[in-house]
């Protein structure tokens, strides 16, 4: 998919970029996904979706802070650009949209 | 080498590096810039997951790893990234033509190695379990079995797999490499939750540091503590739930045998079923302890008893086992635990090699064996290899008619890199066909061939990580093995050659392809062969006269005395005196043990009274009443047996036939009046029974004492003459409730329980048919594609003579013969090898068949029969082909 638009994935994983700022890597992602969403990633797939994301634009990276846990290798960091930013936007703007469109009727009573 | 390394070096688990392998794969795989961060994060997660268990580390870094193999990540200008698509995409559509055009030949091909697939997978999974046994908890690699042999002068009597009472506390003791050990012993009591009756198969007694040695824990409760005490008992989760009906049983009560309240002190999970161990219940081992003595826990010469150890982390079991013998001398020398002549020898088994290697008394349940489990492993190997070999036949014989195809190619520039790589994807979308369709045979037959073989279903090899990898593993062997040789020969064509049109296969080929069946076909006679002989040894078995009489015959386990001994009496007699009232039961007996197993009574230190102490000797005991002996129609060959007209029978005692060389003496009618010394009393020999079957004909005999006891037997068994089973069993089950109350009722046919001990033989010989079968549908398949290319290349011979007036048998004979000879000559190479291979399974059975000239000429004729049929759809085709079809177009 060329453009702005962005899968539900990774809106969640720019989502979570952000919120982390600093210290955005793979695992950091990854835990907050599953304890944020209740929701198993393998860190491949973080991986992934983190390369296809600064393809596109949407994230620029870094390497930094190496710990022996790593065995010394440094982490692989993110950080959301102005673009990831404007399609984070974007998206919520046609959520917000569509929400406002919704008569108060259509979820019945509840 | 990378800073990386120095780092890991200097932290404080610097054992545990991660896989090394899968980690330099990743690394050549992956785009530098992104490699560091990702290797970065799964050592990170590997060192997380080393906190919990090391093993799990790894294997969770390697299917991490494994997934990291993706497009995404592959380097930049690696070989697979230059334009691989349109190449592929060209192969992808002449493999496609080429397959159209010659529908047989893949059609063949493609079943062919689909069956040898499924078949190899199959096998390969059974064995897998197999070999899984005991590996699936943690820490079990320090975890041994004490089991037990009991010699007599040197020679080997009993190998006890639960053996010498005190085995762990002695050797606990004096090695300090024993971390800890623990005893147990079975129970088969019956246990109540308000007056619920239940009868659990898997009770023992265990004593305090069970779940430390074996490195299990409670779900529920204190490891360390809950068998602590007298009268504790903890269930599976499985019991657990079915007494309790789910609620938490933990400080709730248990009756066993009505007598003693057992308070339940924890919970754990039910072993995984590829373990040798089972529990339901484990009672602490104190509390037998006070139903006994407090002696049970150091005695040597009470047999039964379970012992395993944990050694230290580093301990060599080799060497430990090796002061054994030093100790146990130490031990008799002092004179406590001394029995004449019953020498004592302790073994250590590791607890993962117990399921293959262990076969001896009281084992907690049957095992599998090493010999059988190696055996079909090979048979699983072979037919996959048959499937392979077929393919490459198949392919080469049908190059002939791609020769043309190649020597355009080489003209037009083809590189031979590249034919060898259109031949070479061929082979893999067959592959990959033929294994798509083998896993779903293997998914449809899974179930069945588990059940057929007395395994629950939830072992799902999916879930594996061996299945993944054996997968990926037959599949490239696949596509090397049976794509190499045929594209490097095909693309080895030259082109002027092909191109003349004077083309043929050349002598080589034909020499390799005519080995190639032959070895097919010595592999499907030996599977033949070898199946025939296991049902004629079977046959051979059950046809052998038992000399005891097991038909119409009920077994019901005795019930518990829950009071006193004289109560238990009277209500025998109320129920025997009831069934024996009914029109259809004929006998009762009451014994400790019944045809069709090894009795569990075996006691060592007998002898006559006239032998000197040193030829004392082990006997399987048996305890029956008055009726034991016409009940089994057994046969008194001197003396009498035992009757209620001489009165008190407790100080007599018969004996078998086998038993008397043992005792040191000639002839049976020797035997009587003499006086048998056995544990501190002297019984008098009143009769001497006939040898019989006890154990199934697979062993020899063994020597018996039968002694009489008329009350607290095991087994009551009960003969019947009759069409309705079920109102008679109705019945039996009434008069049960009547005497017993609640007590649970068990029975089983004796038949069906005696033929039980030809179950290992008979699923033997039914997996061997099974894969034979198999393997010759494979090899016929083969046969078949093969006959159809070579009559098809004698076309024109066969026309010619046909005009020059060769008549149709003349033709046939011509066609047939030449596969015939293979045949043939297979049948002659696999005769040594299949008659050396039956012939040493043959010696583990005390009785079995001679191997003769007819065992192999059966399954011979059948191959040669099979084959004939195979080929002679082509071949007669060709014969009654009109010559001038052919002939025209030259």
């Known amino acids: 998919m060329k453009g702005t638009q962005i899968g539900e994935l990774e809106e969640l994983i720019l989502l979570t970029v952000a919120a982390l700022y600093d210290d955005a890597y793979g695992i950091a992602i990854m835990k907050d996904i599953s304890t944020r969403a209740n929701r198993k990633i393998s860190i491949s797939t973080v991986h992934a979706v983190l390369k296809r994301l600064e393809e596109k634009g949407f994230m620029s990276s870094r390497y930094a802070g190496a710990t022996p846990e790593r065995g010394g290798r440094r982490k692989h960091l993110f950080r959301v650009t102005a673009a990831g930013e404007k399609a984070l936007k974007q998206a919520r703007a046609l959520r917000n949209g569509l929400w406002d469109e919704i008569p108060k009727v259509a979820f019945g009573n509840g | 080498m990378d800073y990386g390394t120095k780092y890991q070096r200097s932290h404080s688990e610097m054992a545990n590096v ?76 002449i493999t496609l033509r080429t397959f159209k055009k010659h529908k047989a030949y893949v059609l063949i091909n493609v079943l062919g190695l689909a069956i040898g697939m499924s078949a190899g997978f199959l096998i390969l999974q059974y064995v897998a379990y197999e070999l899984g046994y005991d590996r699936s908890y943690d820490r ?87 068998l602590k005490d007298p009268f504790s008992v903890v269930l599976s989760q499985s019991w657990a739930d079915r007494l309790f009906n789910g609620e938490n049983p933990v400080g709730k009560r248990i009756r066993q045998n009505d007598r003693n309240d057992f308070t339940v002190t924890g919970v754990f999970e039910d072993l995984p079923e590829n373990s040798h161990m089972k529990f339901d219940l484990l009672y602490s081992f104190e509390s037998y302890v006070n139903f006994t003595s407090e002696e049970v826990k150091t005695q040597l010469d009470w047999d039964g008893f379970l012992n395993y150890i944990r050694l230290k982390p580093g301990t060599n079991a080799a060497l430990l086992e090796a002061k054994f013998p030093a100790l146990l001398d130490r031990i008799y020398e002092t004179g406590e635990n001394y029995i004449v002549n019953t020498e004592l020898e302790f073994v250590l088994q590791h607890v993962g090699d117990i399921h293959l290697t262990s076969n001896y008394r009281s084992e907690i349940k049957p095992n599998g064996s090493a010999r059988t489990t190696y055996f079909l492993a090979i048979i699983g190997l072979f037919v996959l290899f048959i499937a392979w070999i077929n393919y490459i036949n198949l392919t080469t014989a049908n190059s002939m008619k791609r020769a043309k195809e190649v020597g355009i190619r080489k003209v037009l520039g083809s590189f031979k890199k590249q034919l060898v790589g259109q031949f070479m994807f061929e082979s893999a979308f067959i592959n990959v066909i033929a294994l798509s369709l083998a896993a779903v045979i293997v998914i449809v037959c899974l179930p069945y061939f588990n059940r057929y073989l007395g395994r629950s279903g939830d072992y799902l090899m999916p879930e594996q990580l061996w299945f993944w990898l054996s997968l990926s593993g037959v599949f490239l062997s696949g596509i090397i093995l049976s794509g190499i040789y045929p594209s490097l020969v095909l693309s080895s064509f030259k082109p002027i050659t092909t191109l003349k049109g004077v083309f043929s296969n050349s002598e080589k080929g034909n020499t390799l392809r005519k080995g190639l069946v032959i070895f097919q076909y010595l592999t499907s006679i030996v599977l033949i062969t070898g199946t025939y002989v296991v049902y004629q040894q079977l046959e051979y078995l059950k046809k052998q006269d038992l000399g005891v009489n097991i038909e119409q015959t009920l077994v019901l386990t005795a019930p518990i005395i829950t009071t006193d001994d004289s109560i238990y009496v009277q209500k025998l007699d109320v129920f025997r005196n009831e069934l024996l009232s009914y029109s259809t039961i004929n006998a009762m007996t009451t014994s400790t043990a019944v045809p069709g197993e090894s009795p569990n009574w075996n006691a060592g230190g007998i002898r006559l009274l006239s032998q000197p102490e040193e030829q004392s000797n082990q006997y399987r005991v048996l305890g029956i009443d008055n009726d034991y002996i016409d009940f089994y129609g057994l046969e008194v060959v001197a003396g009498r047996q035992f009757d209620q007209s001489y009165g008190d029978e407790n100080n007599n005692v018969l004996v078998n036939e086998a038993a008397l060389s043992t005792l040191g003496l000639q002839q049976a009618k020797d035997a009587l009046n003499k006086k048998l010394f056995f544990w501190e009393d002297t019984f008098n020999i009143v009769g001497v029974v006939k040898n019989y079957r006890q154990e199934s004909p697979k062993s020899s005999y063994d020597g018996h004492i039968f002694r009489y006891n008329d009350w607290w037997n095991d087994y009551y068994s009960i003969k019947m003459q009759t069409s309705d089973m079920p109102k008679t069993i109705a019945f039996l089950e009434e008069n049960w409730r009547i005497v017993y109350g609640e007590q649970p009722l068990d029975f089983y046919f004796l038949d069906d329980h005696y033929n039980k001990q030809y179950k290992a033989e008979l699923n033997f010989g039914t997996i061997f048919g099974l894969f034979s079968i198999l393997a ?34 003349n033709l046939w004979t011509m066609l047939t013969k030449d596969f015939l000879k293979l045949v043939c000559l297979a049948i002659l190479v696999s005769l040594p090898l299949s008659w050396w291979l039956m012939d040493s399974w043959l010696t583990t059975f005390a009785n079995r068949i001679d191997l003769s000239f007819t065992l192999f000429l059966v399954p011979a004729a059948l191959l040669v029969i099979i084959s004939i049929a195979t080929v002679s759809y082509h071949t007669i085709k060709t014969a009654l082909l009109n010559p001038a079809d052919c002939l025209k177009d030259e």
């Open chain 2, 18 to 93: 991660p896989p090394k392998l899968i980690y330099s794969l990743l690394k050549r795989f992956c785009d530098p810039f992104l490699f560091e961060g990702i290797s970065g994060d799964l050592e990170e997660l590997y060192f997380i997951d080393c906190q919990t268990s090391v093993r799990h580390a790894k294997v969770n870094y390697m299917l991490r790893a494994l997934r990291f193999f993706r497009f995404t990540f592959l380097r930049k200008g690696s070989i697979l990234k230059i334009n691989l698509e349109p190449m592929l995409r060209n192969y992808l559509n």
């Open chain 2, 140 to 226: 079990q690699e320090d975890v041994y079995r004490v089991q037990s042999n009991r010699y007599n002068k040197g020679e080997l009597t009993t190998q006890w797999a639960g053996g010498a009472a005190g085995a762990g506390y002695h050797l606990k003791e004096n090695f300090p490499e024993i971390q800890d050990y623990t005893q147990m012993v079975k129970s088969s009591a019956m246990v109540s939750v308000e007056r619920q009756y239940f009868k659990p198969t898997f009770a023992y007694y265990a004593s305090a540091p069970f779940f430390e040695v074996m490195g299990l824990s409670l779900t529920r409760g204190v490891d360390s503590t809950a």
């Open chain 2, 776 to 809: 010759i549908i494979v090899a016929c398949l083969g046969l078949f594609g093969l006959a159809s290319f070579m009559t098809e290349l004698r076309l024109k011979e066969v026309s010619v003579r046909k005009v020059l007036g060769a008549s149709f048998s």
